[in-house]
């Protein structure tokens, strides 16, 4: 009956994406759904596409081994992420009118700044993509007591994202989000309350945790703590800010008001609702400790869906399930379009450039298909974690473009050769610090980025200092707002 109840929800996700495709006229519908949604609707996509496989599952695995240490980079930092993006992004960069983030690497500093930054918003996305693949085949191999393997689950989860993200585009994302939020919260409020009330309640939970040690955060106060802790923050904090994802919620509001407060809204929702699963799962060391101690020896992930289909009833086990596939179809769909997006419109485009707008939205539409086959074989063939590999994918991101993304907004002086020399010092520190000193006491990623901020400094004055050397004053780029076409 439980798989029953499944298949029907699936059934309803795949009807409201295909619903939504009807609304897609041209290419601007499908990125950007036409820049029509309300201010409820992005608050929705913020909070459903963040709000994913690695909330629900994995860093509710990490608090039961780590305790709140662990989660420095997300809730902690992907929150402050979107928080950022509504203060000091989302305003800018909604005034450009633009179709991509990509689109703006090529106003502010050309074609090969555009390339270079699009390739590592892309590459980001593959280990993000592959975490919601990898935790729907873990669900559907839970769900049918291991009939199908996780492999199997992962390809069948990944052609119902496929379907309607395919031909609804943003607003397949928008409509399913919107739907998928509701059931995300009342699901697990409804869980928290059961289970809460199985371990003795909130107090309880809470008092157990304090006293195991799982409630310190903050870092010891030493050197290499401290800068861990900056890093693991800023990791998502910084990195997950030139994402397409977040850029595209923005940039699909019906006007400025909308893509700002949106984006706090959506940031806010989740900082909070994250610890909501943390709660649930931690209640499972009241309830059941040698289920606990089981799975923490071979896969913590495993602890709270196990625990709902050992312990509750079969409602509750149905506002779970459908509030986890809620969680990680948004999350999915989101995130498998933004990247194919970008690859089509800032690197495929340029080079057919005499395509109608009709045919480059069905080229995006293959791309799609092709990043979600990518995807799907790397979820198949790797052994990382779903909180790792969401944690791991945006170290490119945060030493190549975020300083481009940051200076060229609020910093005049920032040229085209400082963005270059930034991204190229910054991917080189940050690959050979991985090579040769992986566990550093500064993390390779973080210190890319700083040997980017300086080269971006060093990079834009040096040669305006020397081209003009009688001069107080050196020339800047100006960005002018303007439709994203070619």
């Known amino acids: 009956m439980l798989i029953g109840f499944v298949i029907a929800y699936l059934l309803v996700s795949i009807g409201v994406g295909l619903y939504a495709a009807t609304r897609v006229k041209n290419s601007t519908d499908y990125v950007a759904a036409g820049r029509h949604l309300p201010l409820y609707i992005v608050t929705a996509t913020v909070f459903a596409t963040w709000f994913g496989s690695e909330t629900v599952l994995g860093i509710s695995a990490t608090f039961i081994d780590e305790g709140l240490r662990g989660l420095w980079s997300d809730p902690f930092g992907a929150s402050l992420c ?6 000091f992004f989302a305003r800018p960069l909604y005034r450009m009118n633009l179709l991509t983030l990509g689109d703006y690497y090529r106003i502010r500093y050309g074609r090969t700044v555009e390339v270079l930054c699009s390739i590592a918003i892309v590459i980001s996305y593959l280990g993000w993509v592959s975490a919601q693949i990898t935790a729907l085949g873990l669900v559907f191999n839970i769900l049918s007591d291991g009939a199908i393997s996780n492999n199997a689950g992962m390809l069948l989860g ?59 955060f903050l870092p010891a106060l030493d050197p290499k703590d401290i800068v861990a802790f900056l890093a693991g923050i800023l990791t998502m904090g910084f990195g997950s800010i030139p994402q397409q994802d977040v850029f595209q919620r923005v940039n699909s509001a019906r006007n400025e008001h909308a893509a700002v407060a949106g984006t706090l809204l959506g940031g806010t929702g989740y900082f909070l609702f994250a610890f909501v699963p943390l709660f649930i799962a931690y209640s499972a060391t009241l309830i059941d400790p040698a289920l606990v101690a089981s799975y923490q020896e071979s896969d913590s992930q495993q602890i709270l869906p196990q625990l709902i289909l050992q312990h509750t009833p079969l409602f509750a086990q149905v506002m779970f399930f459908g509030a986890l596939l809620s969680a990680i179809m948004s999350t999915a769909s989101g995130t498998l379009l933004a990247p194919s997006v970008t690859f089509s419109e800032n690197i495929l485009r340029s080079t057919f450039r005499r395509m109608t707008d009709h045919q480059f939205l069905w080229m995006t539409r293959l791309v799609v298909v092709c990043f979600s086959l990518l995807v799907t074989w790397y979820a198949t063939h790797t052994s990382e974690s779903i909180h790792g590999m969401v944690e791991n994918a945006y170290k490119v991101t945060l030493a190549t473009a975020f300083v481009p993304l940051a200076f060229g907004l609020y910093w005049k002086r920032a040229t085209t050769q400082g963005a270059l020399a930034s991204i190229f010092i910054g991917l080189v520190v940050w690959v050979v610090l991985e090579i040769l000193v992986p566990e550093a006491d500064v993390p390779p990623h973080f210190a890319g ?33 303007q439709h994203p076409g070619h």
């Open 449 to 481: 980025m700083l040997a980017g901020i300086v080269a971006m400094v060093l990079g834009s004055l040096l040669p305006q200092k020397l081209a003009r050397p009688s001069h107080g004053h050196t020339a800047h780029l100006q960005i002018q707002p």
């Open 158 to 216: 990944a052609g119902i994202v496929l379907v309607y993200t395919l031909f609804g585009g943003m607003w397949s994302v928008a409509l399913t989000d919107f739907m998928q939020m509701i059931i995300i919260v009342i699901g697990l409020l409804y869980i928290a309350w059961l289970v809460g009330g199985m371990a003795g309640g909130v107090e309880a939970v809470v008092s157990h945790a304090g006293e195991a040690g799982k409630l310190n």
């Open 82 to 87: 979107l928080i950022l993006v509504g203060l």
